[in-house]
C-alpha cells in the first residue's frame, strides 16, 4: 500500500517553505491525484501574470503514457544507445507536467512578460507541491523541440515545450541537497546611495 506524503506543519511561513524547497530527483509513487492537481494548480495559476493572460497550459503524463513519450523522444537520439537513455529518463517520476508556454498576441504585454508568468506559475507549482509532501523537479528533457516530441503531445506551432515538472513522492532516507551559498549583495545594485 502506497501512503501519501505528510504536508508540511501549517505554522511554515512562506520564507519558510521557499528556502527549504530542493528540486527532488529520486521520485517514486504515488503521485497527486487529479483531483489535488487541479487544487494545486488553481493556486499556482495566481502567479504574478500582468493582464492575467496565463498563456501557459500542462499536459499531465503518468503510467504506460510516460512509456509512449519516451519511444517519441528516443526516435530524435542520434544513436540506439542515446535512445534507450532518454528513454528512461521518461520513467524518473510517476507523474510529469509538461509544461507549455502559448504567447498571445498582445498590444501591450510582451512575449517575454508572457515567459515570465509562465516560469512564476510553474515555480509557484513546485512550491505548493514541496508544501504539501510531493517532490518535484523541473528538467527540459530531452529533445523538447523534436517533430516526434512535439506531435506526440500536440504542441502547437505558436508554442514552446518548456520542459517538465516530474513529480512524485521522494524516496525514503533522501535527504535534502544542502543549497550552495551566494554573495547576494553582488546581485543587488542601489541607485540611491542614501540607502546605505
Not at 523522444?73 to 537513455?85: G, I, K, Q
Not at 515545450?161 to 513522492?169: E, H, I, N, Q
Not at 541537497?177 to 554573495?183: H, K, L, N, Q, V
Request: proline share 10%; hydrophobic share 40%.
Amino acid at each position: 500500500m502506497t501512503t501519501v506524503p505528510t504536508p508540511r506543519r501549517a505554522t511554515d511561513t512562506i520564507e519558510t517553505a521557499i528556502r527549504t524547497r530542493r528540486s527532488t530527483i529520486r521520485l517514486t509513487e504515488p503521485a497527486p491525484n487529479p483531483d489535488e492537481l487541479l487544487n494545486l494548480l488553481a493556486a499556482a495559476a495566481t502567479a504574478p501574470d500582468h493582464g492575467q493572460l496565463r498563456p501557459w497550459r500542462l499536459i499531465a503524463i503518468c503510467g504506460h503514457a510516460r512509456v509512449r513519450l519516451g519511444e517519441a523522444a528516443a526516435e530524435a537520439a542520434p544513436t540506439a544507445d542515446l535512445a534507450e537513455r532518454v528513454a528512461a529518463k521518461h520513467l524518473r517520476a510517476p507523474l510529469m507536467l509538461a509544461v507549455v508556454f502559448r504567447p498571445r498576441d498582445h498590444p501591450t504585454i510582451p512575449r517575454w512578460e508572457q515567459l515570465a508568468a509562465t516560469s512564476a506559475m510553474a515555480t509557484t507549482l513546485l512550491l505548493l507541491l514541496d508544501a504539501r509532501g510531493w517532490g518535484g523537479v523541473w528538467f527540459g528533457g530531452p529533445y523538447p523541440d523534436a517533430p516526434q516530441v512535439r506531435k506526440h503531445l500536440g504542441i502547437g506551432d505558436g508554442e514552446q515545450l518548456l520542459g517538465y515538472l516530474y513529480v512524485g513522492t521522494p524516496v525514503p532516507g533522501d535527504g535534502p541537497r544542502p543549497r550552495p551559498t551566494t554573495d547576494i549583495r553582488s546581485k543587488l545594485t542601489w541607485l540611491d546611495n542614501t540607502a546605505f
